[in-house]
């Protein structure tokens, strides 16, 4: 398995915590990070734009995974991390990457126009990814 991502997923899975815009989104947001969580040898393709999580964003909310922002958000996570659209990498080793190149403060200047930044989950998942706690558990994880 090989999951499609863009770049600012990479930092939402860190701080995901079973929330999100859809029972869907959920559902598919869910079993990718389990997934990752349980097999960080699982292969992670970057992809320039909408990838597996967009695919389940819902129909009735404010599409907005083509917006010039969350691009731009997308570049700027990637140099952080010194990965290129394209890269296929273990999962394993974006969480090296991260542990090696991020600050869990650098979430209020990368993410400064995402919605869910007030949460403050993602320095939160950013932090226990640096101590080496991994992704969080969430929810009943048996199905995957």
């Not at 869910?30 to 320039?48: A, G, R, Y």
Request: hydrophobic content about 30%.
């Amino acid at each position: 398995m090989v999951y499609k991502l863009r770049g600012h997923h990479l930092f939402c899975l860190l701080g995901y915590r079973g929330m999100g815009y859809s029972e869907d989104y959920v559902k598919n947001m869910t079993k990718i990070h389990q997934s990752l969580k349980h097999n960080p040898m699982t292969q992670i393709k970057i992809v320039k734009g909408p990838d597996q999580l967009c695919e389940k964003f819902p129909e009735t909310g404010n599409y907005h995974c083509q917006d010039v922002d969350i691009f731009q958000r997308d570049e700027a996570i990637l140099a952080k991390l010194g990965l290129e659209i394209e890269q296929v990498i273990r999962w394993e080793d974006v969480v090296k990457q991260i542990q090696r190149n991020v600050k869990s403060s650098d979430i209020q200047t990368v993410c400064q126009t995402c919605s869910w930044r007030s949460y403050g989950v993602c320095e939160e998942g950013v932090q226990e990814l640096i101590d080496g706690k991994g992704l969080r558990t969430i929810g009943d994880s048996t199905n995957l």
